[in-house]
């Protein structure tokens, strides 16, 4: 593994999240950015230190030997690709906390909350019905039929 990259670990059966990282991806122009869906059949001996159940829980990164989570793998995602003044607020001193817990209250609620807006609105990625969609995890333009 690259230390230089930047590893996430993600619900590849959440639509909101495919959404997120296959626009992260389509801006990843170095491939600093590794993607790798908590799904995949071969997961736990691939990354042994991670748990998938916190992976589920709260979105993991993995960056220069340390695992991020939350917004941190999220701000440090798209600073990668140089967009980080996008969610440069929600690093600040009076907005992280409170952002960090609107976080986890939407992590929680991701599945129901992604399936309505993939339902009523037509956005996000539909999940795959057999777990993971990726033939390669890296490639979320790549997905199984």
């Given at each position: 593994?690259?230390?230089?990259?930047?590893?996430?670990?993600?619900?590849?059966q959440?639509?909101?999240?495919?959404?997120?990282?296959?626009?992260?991806?389509e801006?990843?122009?170095?491939n600093?950015?590794?993607?790798?869906?908590?799904?995949?059949a071969?997961?736990n001996?691939?990354?042994?230190?991670i748990?998938?159940?916190?992976?589920?829980a709260?979105?993991?990164?993995?960056?220069?030997?340390?695992?991020l989570?939350?917004?941190?793998?999220t701000?440090?995602?798209?600073?990668?690709?140089g967009?980080?003044?996008?969610v440069?607020?929600?690093?600040w001193p009076i907005i992280k906390?409170?952002?960090h817990q609107?976080?986890?209250?939407?992590?929680k609620?991701?599945?129901p909350?992604?399936?309505?807006i993939?339902?009523?609105f037509?956005?996000g990625v539909?999940?795959?019905e057999q777990?993971?969609?990726?033939?390669?995890?890296?490639?979320?333009?790549?997905?199984?039929?």
């Amino acid at each position: 593994m690259n230390t230089q990259q930047l590893t996430i670990f993600y619900d590849g059966q959440c639509p909101l999240c495919s959404l997120e990282m296959q626009r992260l991806k389509e801006q990843d122009k170095n491939n600093c950015i590794l993607l790798v869906d908590l799904h995949q059949a071969d997961f736990n001996t691939l990354y042994p230190e991670i748990d998938i159940e916190q992976g589920l829980a709260i979105l993991h990164g993995q960056y220069k030997g340390q695992i991020l989570l939350g917004l941190d793998v999220t701000h440090r995602a798209w600073t990668l690709v140089g967009k980080g003044w996008l969610v440069a607020p929600l690093q600040w001193p009076i907005i992280k906390p409170i952002s960090h817990q609107v976080y986890l209250l939407i992590a929680k609620y991701r599945q129901p909350i992604s399936n309505f807006i993939y339902q009523r609105f037509g956005i996000g990625v539909k999940h795959c019905e057999q777990g993971t969609c990726y033939g390669n995890p890296n490639d979320t333009n790549n997905r199984s039929k």
